[in-house]
């Protein structure tokens, strides 16, 4: 499950530090939202979501930020553990039930 | 904590032979998905699945792909003819009734499948 790859943006914080992964999106008529996660060998993990009648959602150390203007999604974590380090997605929903994927960003924390 | 669950983990294919992956969602999930990971490259959408009929599928799941819940528990994608370029991650999804289609997706592990 892991997503190696060499042209994958890469974000590097230090630890304790707060990040934001950025995503931008392709379809102006979705109308829900998702962060994933994906550690090295595991399949994507769901960090927290949004519906497009919302521009902010909080969850626990994460928030999630929507703007429908510039189709623009971003995720932020605060106080960045090691535990954070993974590749993360952001999804958006097509149809029904059909979802795209971005392209992915690494994070990297730093001791 | 349920999980969904994938078998195999590896699976090695010749060019030319069918295959079948196979996934266990969470128990009382009604709606099932699968998508693949080519290496370096973004999760794609290929197939969802709800009341034993797909839902939607995308561009990549053509002629030679096929879905199947032949039982109440397991989930399985079928690859008729594997291609070099079929060689992936695939990742089974699923999720409950509440609140869909706006809930939580839940992936198993993947199995990766190697087309030589």
């Known amino acids: 499950g892991e997503s190696v790859g060499l042209h994958l943006p890469t974000l590097s914080v230090q630890e304790g530090d707060n990040s934001i992964i950025n995503c931008a999106y392709s379809?102006?008529?979705?109308?829900?939202f998702i962060w994933y996660k994906q550690e090295s060998g595991k399949g994507p993990q769901f960090i927290i979501d949004i519906r497009s009648n919302m521009d902010k959602r909080q969850g626990q150390r994460v928030t999630v930020l929507l703007n429908k203007t510039v189709k623009h999604l971003s995720l932020q974590i605060a106080a960045t553990q090691p535990g954070d380090s993974a590749v993360y997605f952001c999804a958006e929903k097509v149809g029904t039930y059909k979802y795209i994927f971005g392209t992915g960003t690494r994070l990297k924390v730093l001791a | 904590e349920p999980e969904v669950t994938q078998t195999p983990s590896h699976q090695v294919t010749q060019m030319g032979q069918e295959v079948i992956l196979r996934c266990v969602p969470i128990s009382n999930h009604l709606y099932f998905y699968w998508y693949r990971q080519i290496l370096g490259q973004k999760v794609e959408f290929l197939v969802s699945?709800?009341?034993?009929?797909?839902?939607?599928k995308s561009e990549i799941f053509d002629d030679q792909f096929s879905v199947e819940r032949p039982d109440g528990s397991n989930f399985t994608l079928k690859i008729r003819s594997t291609k070099l370029e079929d060689s992936a991650m695939y990742f089974c999804?699923?999720?409950?009734?509440?609140?869909?289609?706006?809930?939580?997706?839940?992936f198993g592990p993947g199995t990766r499948l190697t087309v030589l």
């Open positions: 999804a699923s999720s409950g009734d509440r609140g869909a289609p706006y809930n939580e997706q839940f």
């Open positions: 699945f709800y009341n034993n009929e797909i839902s939607e």
């Open positions: 379809n102006s008529a979705s109308d829900y």
